[in-house]
């Protein structure tokens, strides 16, 4: 992740982060607290970036208009969200069946590279200007 912060000019050690168990009902308040003048957020837990959009909107903020907001590992609660929920998809289902499919095959400790993808929905737009 450090590479990518890098290739687009930023400083991860710059960039405001947020530790909370997913569940945590005040997580999404201390995201925006630690960052009120953030344009977009990552969550690694769509229930958090869910719950991101629902603070946003209870401080008038506009999703996406003021804030683009991604959640990762895709579930259908995402497309439901309002607006729906753009994520990261971390292929959750397949990493199992690759696991499994190791296992049963058996041989060597192997490595298989699977590439996330971008779902790409409502939730991001370009960042404000001002």
């Not at 607006?83 to 990261?88: G, M």
């Amino acid at each position: 992740m450090t590479d990518a912060f890098s290739e687009a000019g930023l400083d991860i050690n710059d960039v405001p982060m947020v530790q909370a168990d997913p569940w945590d009902r005040d997580a999404a308040r201390m995201r925006l607290n630690a960052a009120p003048d953030a344009t977009a957020i990552l969550s690694m837990s769509v229930m958090q970036a869910i719950a991101v959009i629902n603070e946003a909107r209870r401080r008038g903020l506009s999703v996406p208009r003021d804030l683009s907001v991604v959640g990762y590992n895709d579930i259908p609660d995402a497309e439901r969200s309002d607006p729906p929920l753009t994520t990261v998809d971390g292929l959750g289902v397949q990493k199992g069946c690759t696991a499994a499919r190791i296992v049963f095959e058996g041989g060597p400790p192997r490595h298989e590279i699977l590439k996330p993808r971008l779902i790409m929905r409502a939730s991001t737009g370009p960042a404000p200007v001002n």
